[in-house]
Nanobody, 121 residues
Framework: QVQLVESGGGLVQAGGSLKLSCAAS????????MGWFRRTPGKERESVAR????????SYSTSVKGRFTISRDNAKNSVYLQMNSLKPEDTAVYYC??????????????WGQGTQVTVSS
């Protein structure tokens, strides 16, 4: 069983930056594809960014491409989301997820509890 714990959320002004972290335990982190997702009340969960097991393949939603960067450190069993040029519409609960497959696309098997990101205008 994989446990995921997110951190780094908070309140930031529009145009600012935040870096989210996700620490994994209980599995073979270096073999998992990882992703960041977000959910806003009244909206469906949105895929934000994904990264494959070795960090060489990434994918971003069009809404964050060029502003957010996903990365991972397999030695630290961690994945990160650097968020720059934040906009009020980025306000959401952000979730870290793991997929027990090297392919970044498809369903994700393990989820964290989420961390709130609020961007004020």
């Amino acid at each position: 069983q994989v446990q995921l714990v997110e951190s780094g959320g908070g309140l930031v002004q529009a145009g600012g930056s935040l870096k989210l972290s996700c620490a994994a335990s209980g599995g073979t982190f270096s073999t998992y594809a990882m992703g960041w997702f977000r959910r806003t009340p009244g909206k469906e969960r949105e895929s934000v960014a994904r990264i494959n097991y070795n960090g060489l393949t990434t994918s971003y939603s069009t809404s964050v491409k060029g502003r957010f960067t996903i990365s991972r450190d397999n030695a630290k069993n961690s994945v990160y989301l650097q968020m720059n040029s934040l906009k009020p519409e980025d306000t959401a609960v952000y979730y870290c997820a793991a997929r027990s497959d090297s392919d970044i696309f498809g369903g994700y098997d393990y989820w964290g509890q989420g961390t709130q990101v609020t961007v004020s205008s």
